[in-house]
T-cell receptor, first 115, second 115 residues
Framework: AQKITQTQPGMFVQEKEAVTLDCTYDTSDPSYGLFWYKQPSSGEMIFLIYQGSYDQQNATEGRYSLNFQKARKSANLVISASQLGDSAMYFCAMRHPSGYSTLTFGKGTMLLVSP | EPEVTQTPSHQVTQMGQEVILRCVPISNHLYFYWYRQILGQKVEFLVSFYNNEISEKSEIFDDQFSVERPDGSNFTLKIRSTKLEDSAMYFC?????????????FGPGTRLLVL
């Protein structure tokens, strides 16, 4: 069975600093995708970044980057230069090619950015 | 930029009543999903839909639930006889393909409250 673990229920960071949100996963499939979503207090789920299991380089999207360590089965999200608007819940998710590729989510990390 | 839309944004209903949640996926996407998030908990997969039929469903998706694509644009989730524990945020998502590397884009959600 596929499993996603986010061990940090909450994180605090000061504006303009970088922060790392942890995510580890467990799967026996060689092919999978790892995703991070942001959920602000308004409730919507916003796609941030994707990493494929065969990708050679770590994914980057603007201020978001993914520290992908395949051997350790970790896919940590790094947010550089935090902004107040980054305060939200962040979910790590994995998609695997069994069936029609549903997403399995972690429990999430609440990030609070202070001025 | 194309996006997934959902209506209504909020729904309050009495226990035992039927509710229909509506979604319009991104127009060129072929795979559709419903997820739910009970308040304070992680996002859980309900069902995936492709080529006018259910391709995968979770144990949550019992006989009280059904999905339909009544026309070329809408994708609906019906709960036949709501229970208190159905209170949750329901997210619709869509993706262009069904592979493990495909990104699922989420709608803003429908917050369902069963009294």
């Amino acid at each position: 069975a596929q499993k996603i673990t986010q061990t940090q229920p909450g994180m605090f960071v000061q504006e303009k600093e970088a922060v790392t949100l942890d995510c580890t996963y467990d799967t026996s499939d060689p092919s999978y995708g790892l995703f991070w979503y942001k959920q602000p207090s308004s409730g919507e789920m916003i796609f941030l970044i994707y990493q494929g299991s065969y990708d050679q380089q770590n994914a980057t999207e603007g201020r978001y980057s993914l520290n992908f360590q395949k051997a350790r089965k970790s896919a940590n999200l790094v947010i550089s230069a935090s902004q107040l608007g980054d305060s939200a819940m962040y979910f790590c998710a994995m998609r695997h090619p069994s069936g029609y590729s549903t997403l399995t989510f972690g429990k999430g990390t609440m990030l609070l950015v202070s001025p | 930029e194309p996006e997934v839309t959902q209506t209504p944004s909020h729904q309050v209903t009495q226990m035992g009543q039927e509710v229909i949640l509506r979604c319009v996926p991104i127009s060129n996407h072929l795979y559709f999903y419903w997820y739910r998030q009970i308040l304070g908990q992680k996002v859980e997969f309900l069902v995936s839909f492709y080529n006018n039929e259910i391709s995968e469903k979770s144990e949550i998706f019992d006989d009280q639930f059904s999905v339909e694509r009544p026309d070329g644009s809408n994708f609906t989730l019906k709960i036949r006889s709501t229970k208190l524990e159905d209170s949750a945020m329901y997210f619709c998502a869509s993706s262009e393909g069904g592979g493990g590397q495909e990104t699922q884009y989420f709608g803003p959600g429908t917050r369902l409250l069963v009294l």
